[in-house]
């Protein structure tokens, strides 16, 4: 019985998924001694934080740098009215509700946006990482890091009716280390850059302008933390080998082999690490009093397609385009986005504030 939860105890607690012969008393175990980190803890990272923390992990790391808001109580599971009309920051938000059905497993809330300066320190007590996040920069920062050390890592993702996911298991030779018991060798399998070599350019879909459906964030989430689940309970071997994409609206289903890596990658292949060595990312200014600079030069934008994706948001005012720059206001900010990708976010001086914007509205 743990004093800290009078009446139920752990036995009691976990009994129905101990019985499930996948996981059994020794699994339950391996999962009490796991640490996992979250990066992103919107809507399938608040999903899969509390399918983890209900199924026993004994440690979560969760990363995000965005604030609560009415808009994502459609779909974000661990938050509720007070959070958004307090604007709590989604990590802490969700650390507390946590707390409150599973108060047994540690969690750490960090309020921050995960960079190259910050990634090591952030993940370095890490098993395994799940990508949660809302834009392939962090995507990418996640796969050269994880490729690097050695790190298991499972992509998520959902926009529309679409859910996909992948797992992405690196090479230990190459990181220096190796398995131990609670893990034993995996097959590698290709990363992320082996089956895209780049993120996508121009402006590129997101939640904020091409909405997105409750249903597919929870199964994008059920199926990264089942994986996430064999993997922790030392079955690696069980894990999908594809990256695996699922339209909820249609029915269609896709999946593409990423069984082995590609000796031709840069990532995986060469270890080149453009993005851990923060060469990917576009320089950030502050320039003025009240506004930051997003020096993005190599996303060439249609500023008439991003008009179209933006004129029926509901939170946006004041939006215009000339054939030189498209600007909008949204809540405290005005955000004026140049044909080469560039934008001026004005109304804050915070950078994590201003990539979270370009993110959600034009895309990253
Ligand atoms: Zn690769």
């Given at each position: ?10 036995d ?40 983890l ?71 370095a ?61 995996w ?27 409750g ?16 993997l ?21 289903r ?88 560039r ?9 994590g504030?201003?990539r979270?914007?370009y ?6």
């Amino acid at each position: 019985m743990n004093p800290s939860t009078p009446g139920i105890s752990s036995d009691e607690r976990y009994s129905r998924q101990v019985l499930f012969p996948g996981i059994g008393r020794k699994g339950q175990e391996l999962l009490a001694g796991a640490r996992v980190a979250i990066v992103g803890v919107g809507a399938i990272g608040a999903a899969t934080a509390s399918l983890l923390a209900r199924a026993g992990i004994g440690r979560l790391i969760l990363i995000d740098r965005d604030i609560v808001e009415p808009s994502n109580l459609q779909r974000q599971v661990l938050f509720d009215e007070a959070d958004a009309a307090a604007s709590m920051p989604k990590a802490e938000a969700a650390r507390a509700r946590i707390a409150q059905f599973n108060s047994e497993i540690e969690v750490e809330a960090h309020t921050a946006d995960l960079v190259p300066a910050n990634i090591c320190e952030l993940l370095a007590d890490a098993d395994l990482l799940l990508d949660c996040a809302d834009n392939f920069e962090t995507r990418y920062l996640v796969n050269d890091y994880a490729v690097q050390q050695g790190k298991p890592w499972i992509y998520a993702g959902a926009i529309g009716a679409k859910a996909a996911t992948m797992n992405i298991l690196p090479r230990l030779e190459d990181s220096g280390l190796s398995s131990d018991d609670c893990n034993p060798a995996w097959a590698p399998t290709g990363c992320l850059a082996c089956l895209f070599p780049g993120a996508p350019s121009g402006a590129v879909e997101t939640c904020d302008t091409a909405g997105i459906l409750g249903p597919a964030v929870n199964l994008a989430a059920s199926l990264q933390a089942a994986e996430a689940l064999k993997l922790l309970t030392g079955q690696a071997g069980l894990m999908r080998r594809t990256f695996l994409s699922f339209d909820l609206w249609t029915g269609e289903r896709a999946a593409i082999s990423n069984a082995a890596p590609d000796p031709d990658c840069a990532v995986c292949g060469s270890r080149t690490f453009r993005h851990l060595a923060g060469k990917s990312r576009p320089h950030i200014t502050l320039c003025g009093r009240n506004s930051v600079q997003i020096h993005e030069h190599q996303r060439p934008l249609s500023l008439t397609a991003l008009l179209h994706q933006l004129q029926l948001h509901p939170e946006i005012e004041e939006l215009r385009a000339n054939p030189l720059l498209l600007r909008f206001r949204r809540g405290p900010h005005q955000v004026t986005v140049f044909p080469d990708g560039r934008a001026l976010i004005q109304g804050t001086t915070d950078a994590g504030v201003a990539r979270s914007i370009y993110a959600r509205f034009i895309g990253s």
